[in-house]
């Protein structure tokens, strides 16, 4: 079945950089656009990137440009989301997704 895990979450300081990590199994990860989202507490979830099924276009939230990064590595069927200058505003749940299918999610914290 489907299975889409993140990790690298965690408690970060303003300014601070984490890389976000999502490991897919049970469908053809190499041919599918990729993306992340996030929910902070209280709001909407939030579409923060993707990237295509090559890895040669991607795009941004305006709220993260110029400072999340998303990446793929096919072999590895892992996408990354690369978050640098982080601000306490980018504090959330982020998921990976693939079409209906969501992983559980990571915590990230920016707070000092």
């Known amino acids: 079945q489907v299975q889409l895990v993140e990790s690298g979450g965690g408690l970060v300081q303003p300014g601070g950089s984490l890389r976000l990590s999502c490991a897919a199994s049970g469908f053809p990860f190499a041919i599918v656009d990729m993306s992340w989202s996030r929910r902070a507490a209280g709001k909407e979830r939030e579409f923060v990137a993707n990237i295509t099924f090559s890895g040669r276009r991607s795009n941004y939230a305006d709220s993260v440009k110029g400072r999340f990064t998303i990446a793929r590595d096919n072999a590895k069927k892992t996408v990354y989301l690369q978050m640098n200058s982080l601000e306490p505003e980018d504090t959330a749940v982020y998921y990976c997704?693939?079409?209906?299918?969501w992983g559980p999610g990571t915590q990230v914290t920016v707070s000092s």
């Open positions: 997704h693939w079409g209906d299918y």
